[in-house]
């Protein structure tokens, strides 16, 4: 009887989420629907043959979330405020968060009377530093990784497990660490 009523509610929760225009998802994709149920207004991209489990938060209505083919995305968290844009070809454990802005401003008075705010459903974001997230193709993110905004991971770049990402990871190296730094360079294909 449960798995009758899980069916049912997947089944009517991916309908209403394919009539939305903000979510393109390609053929042969595997998505957690209810995570994607709640986009306000975020525009998310999903390539073909992909598996992607992850919740995804708007912060802004314009949000982008793009990510290419044949990717994996485990039980994650994506928080998006402008984009964040992942390639071709990755796999991302469970337990990762990628967010492109700050979420506060490191000055008390600039964020004094952010709970206010959220009482009445606004958020002021002209004091953030926003910054979007690019991550390349074939890129493996292990589990538990943090990976602030504005960072770049160039192609082939694995990031250890437990690892904060605070600037680029250059093309076909591991870094590990906190925050990550280089251990050593990969072997291209």
């Not at 629907?33 to 992850?54: D, K, M, P, Q, Y």
């Not at 844009?85 to 469970?94: L, P, Q, Y």
């Not at 990550?180 to 072997?187: D, F, K, N, S, T």
Request: hydrophobic content about 45%.
């Amino acid at each position: 009887m449960k798995q009758l009523i899980v069916s049912a509610f997947n089944f009517f929760l991916k309908r209403s989420i394919s009539r939305n225009t903000n979510i393109t998802i390609g053929k042969d994709s595997r998505v957690r629907w209810w995570a994607l149920r709640a986009t306000h207004g975020g525009f998310i991209e999903i390539g073909s043959a992909c598996i992607v489990n992850c919740v995804i938060a708007f912060d802004s209505p314009k949000g982008r979330v793009i990510i290419g083919k044949n990717s994996y995305i485990g039980s994650s968290t994506l928080v998006c405020h402008t984009e964040i844009s992942i390639g071709d070809d990755v796999i991302i454990s469970w337990g990762v968060t990628i967010v492109d802005h700050d979420s506060h401003t490191l000055d008390w008075r600039g964020r004094s009377s952010d709970v206010k705010n959220w009482m009445r459903g606004a958020k002021n974001w002209d004091l953030i530093n926003i910054r979007p997230v690019k991550i390349a193709n074939k890129v493996w993110i292990g589990f538990g990784v943090t990976v602030l905004k504005g960072i770049s991971i160039g192609e082939g770049a694995v990031i250890a497990a437990q690892a904060v990402v605070t600037r680029d990871v250059p093309p076909y190296t591991l870094v590990a660490g906190n925050p990550a730094r280089i251990v050593r360079e990969l072997a291209k294909d």
